[in-house]
């Protein structure tokens, strides 16, 4: 690994820092502020928890945002981090808690500003829509839990002495759970934009293979933790005493509320289990721990009468900066990668070209995404997605956001060509047997859209299908979809 790549990863590791000097007192903010646990206890079992998680479990959610933008050179994703990073480093100062997700969402969206490329508006409006709901959930779980557990403690007496070791060792217990699944499902915040381009390379370490990612993701995760050591103190005394003060059973109450919340937002399991007893799933978005901890204080300082002594001003000021945050890294972003390109002449991104062809044509006649409009469009390429889109839309003016992205889909040139020499990099831990027969029957062939591949192992061997889209089929095609997508990335001519 070069020089230059540890330097655009320096960016990453700046946004880890930044998560764990904010969102550490999301799960331990409370504890800390009401004086049930020290700084550095809480300080320790943030970090551990927090890099077991992103370790263990972050790699899962790692393409959450993939579909608002796929940053696909080091140097754009090194000013795509940075910008996030110096966002809500801003914040920090402030001592305002914000979310990197919000902070990384506004920067994916100033990359596809800079380079002309199409952002998912429905992606960002399921997106946007959890920085609304997740307070409002948090609030509400916050307010039922401290219901539940304040009638039970009424019917179950412990002494004070007891009763205060009891609420520690929840707290903490609580605490590290928090900050596990902080790590799983905010880590790809942190270091996502750089698994396209990621350095690194495979090794062995007593007989167990360690990924690129799994290396990128423990990386970010050991800048988070200097983080929470080094910077968090001020801002888990916002959360835990600016806008309410809180008694210590409150401040649990809060943590636990802030877990579900995001356990609500990431399981896949509880996707599962809702969808097979035929009940309504709720959508698996990348959430706000800080929210949902806001949201959580609030929901218990009303359910306890006591909104006169919530801190309105502290709240309206934390709610600027969600809002402002996203607009800021935005345009942060838009600058930066003008500067890196034009003053210090490095690649951004790497171009990508759009045909439509008659093939292409055919193909979303077949699978029904449109059945005509864009025959004036035939033969030609289109070096940008907004170039595409604008003339596409100029046809068909009430062309949908989804159908324009199956569009683009459709249309990407990928140019992928099955040689030998690289059948022998498949891994068979990951490919069937089979499967890597029916890549080696392939060899010499060439396919310059994805779909023409796809369709084509599909034909040859069941496996290589997708299954219709549902939940329960969920897990069975995100496995197919890595496989296909390892594929491409294997056999890429470059």
């Given at each position: 690994?070069?020089?230059?790549?540890?330097?655009?990863?320096?960016?990453?590791?700046?946004?880890?820092?930044?998560?764990?000097?904010?969102?550490?007192?999301?799960?331990?903010?409370?504890?800390?502020?009401?004086?049930?646990?020290?700084?550095?206890?809480?300080?320790?079992?943030?970090?551990?928890?927090?890099?077991?998680?992103?370790?263990?479990?972050?790699?899962?959610?790692?393409?959450?945002?993939?579909?608002?933008?796929?940053?696909?050179?080091?140097?754009?994703?090194?000013?795509?981090?940075?910008?996030?990073?110096?966002?809500?480093?801003?914040?920090?100062?402030?001592?305002?808690?914000?979310?990197?997700?919000q902070a990384v969402v506004g920067s994916i969206i100033g990359w596809n500003l800079f380079?002309?490329?199409?952002?998912?508006?429905?992606?960002?409006?399921?997106?946007?829509?959890?920085?609304?709901?997740?307070?409002?959930?948090?609030?509400?779980?916050?307010?039922?839990?401290?219901?539940?557990?304040?009638?039970?403690?009424?019917?179950?007496?412990?002494?004070?002495?007891?009763?205060?070791?009891?609420?520690?060792?929840?707290?903490?217990?609580?605490?590290?759970?928090?900050?596990?699944?902080?790590?799983?499902?905010?880590?790809?915040?942190?270091?996502?934009?750089?698994?396209?381009?990621?350095?690194?390379?495979?090794?062995?370490?007593?007989?167990?293979?360690?990924?690129?990612?799994?290396?990128?993701?423990?990386?970010?995760?050991?800048?988070?933790?200097?983080?929470?050591?080094?910077?968090?103190?001020?801002?888990?005394?916002?959360?835990?005493?600016?806008?309410?003060?809180?008694?210590?059973?409150?401040?649990?109450?809060?943590?636990?509320?802030?877990?579900?919340?995001?356990?609500?937002?990431?399981?896949?399991?509880?996707?599962?289990?809702?969808?097979?007893?035929?009940?309504?799933?709720?959508?698996?978005?990348?959430?706000?721990?800080?929210?949902?901890?806001?949201?959580?204080?609030?929901?218990?300082?009303?359910?306890?009468?006591?909104?006169?002594?919530?801190?309105?001003?502290?709240?309206?000021?934390?709610?600027?900066?969600?809002?402002?945050?996203?607009?800021?890294?935005?345009?942060?972003?838009?600058?930066?990668?003008?500067?890196?390109?034009?003053?210090?002449?490095?690649?951004?991104?790497?171009?990508?070209?759009?045909?439509?062809?008659?093939?292409?044509?055919?193909?979303?006649?077949?699978?029904?995404?449109?059945?005509?409009?864009?025959?004036?469009?035939?033969?030609?390429?289109?070096?940008?997605?907004?170039?595409?889109?604008?003339?596409?839309?100029?046809?068909?003016?009430?062309?949908?956001?989804?159908?324009?992205?199956?569009?683009?889909?459709?249309?990407?040139?990928?140019?992928?060509?099955?040689?030998?020499?690289?059948?022998?990099?498949?891994?068979?831990?990951?490919?069937?047997?089979?499967?890597?027969?029916?890549?080696?029957?392939?060899?010499?062939?060439?396919?310059?859209?994805?779909?023409?591949?796809?369709?084509?192992?599909?034909?040859?061997?069941?496996?290589?299908?997708?299954?219709?889209?549902?939940?329960?089929?969920?897990?069975?095609?995100?496995?197919?979809?890595?496989?296909?997508q390892l594929v491409e990335g294997i056999f890429k001519w470059e």
């Amino acid at each position: 690994m070069s020089i230059t790549s540890l330097l655009f990863l320096s960016s990453g590791l700046f946004l880890g820092w930044s998560l764990g000097a904010q969102d550490a007192s999301n799960v331990f903010g409370t504890a800390v502020a009401s004086r049930m646990v020290r700084f550095k206890t809480a300080a320790f079992l943030c970090s551990i928890f927090l890099t077991l998680g992103a370790v263990l479990d972050g790699v899962g959610a790692a393409h959450t945002l993939g579909t608002l933008g796929s940053v696909n050179a080091i140097a754009g994703a090194f000013v795509t981090s940075f910008a996030a990073a110096f966002t809500v480093l801003m914040m920090t100062k402030l001592a305002l808690p914000v979310s990197v997700s919000q902070a990384v969402v506004g920067s994916i969206i100033g990359w596809n500003l800079f380079t002309d490329s199409v952002t998912d508006v429905n992606s960002v409006v399921k997106i946007a829509s959890t920085w609304v709901a997740c307070p409002v959930l948090g609030a509400l779980i916050g307010a039922l839990v401290f219901a539940v557990f304040r009638k039970i403690s009424k019917k179950v007496k412990f002494s004070l002495l007891h009763r205060d070791a009891l609420l520690r060792f929840a707290m903490i217990v609580t605490g590290a759970f928090g900050s596990y699944a902080l790590g799983a499902n905010n880590m790809a915040n942190v270091v996502g934009v750089f698994i396209p381009v990621v350095p690194f390379k495979d090794f062995s370490f007593f007989g167990t293979s360690i990924t690129p990612v799994h290396q990128l993701f423990f990386i970010g995760s050991v800048a988070v933790a200097v983080g929470v050591y080094t910077y968090s103190y001020n801002v888990m005394m916002t959360v835990g005493k600016g806008i309410l003060p809180l008694t210590p059973f409150a401040s649990w109450v809060v943590v636990l509320s802030q877990s579900l919340v995001l356990f609500i937002f990431a399981s896949e399991g509880l996707e599962h289990f809702l969808a097979s007893h035929g009940l309504p799933t709720i959508p698996l978005v990348p959430v706000s721990s800080t929210q949902a901890v806001i949201g959580s204080v609030i929901g218990i300082g009303l359910y306890r009468g006591l909104a006169k002594n919530i801190e309105w001003n502290v709240l309206l000021r934390i709610m600027c900066g969600w809002i402002i945050t996203p607009v800021i890294t935005a345009l942060v972003c838009f600058i930066s990668l003008y500067v890196m390109k034009n003053v210090f002449d490095q690649t951004v991104f790497v171009p990508k070209t759009y045909v439509i062809s008659r093939e292409v044509l055919n193909e979303l006649k077949k699978d029904g995404i449109l059945q005509k409009g864009l025959e004036p469009m035939t033969g030609k390429s289109y070096a940008t997605q907004k170039l595409l889109v604008n003339e596409a839309v100029r046809l068909i003016p009430d062309l949908k956001n989804a159908t324009t992205r199956n569009i683009l889909n459709y249309a990407e040139v990928i140019d992928v060509r099955i040689t030998p020499e690289k059948i022998k990099e498949l891994p068979s831990e990951i490919f069937s047997e089979k499967q890597i027969d029916d890549l080696e029957s392939l060899a010499g062939r060439r396919f310059m859209h994805r779909w023409e591949i796809e369709n084509t192992l599909a034909a040859m061997n069941p496996e290589w299908s997708l299954l219709p889209q549902s939940v329960l089929n969920k897990k069975k095609n995100k496995q197919i979809t890595e496989q296909l997508q390892l594929v491409e990335g294997i056999f890429k001519w470059e």
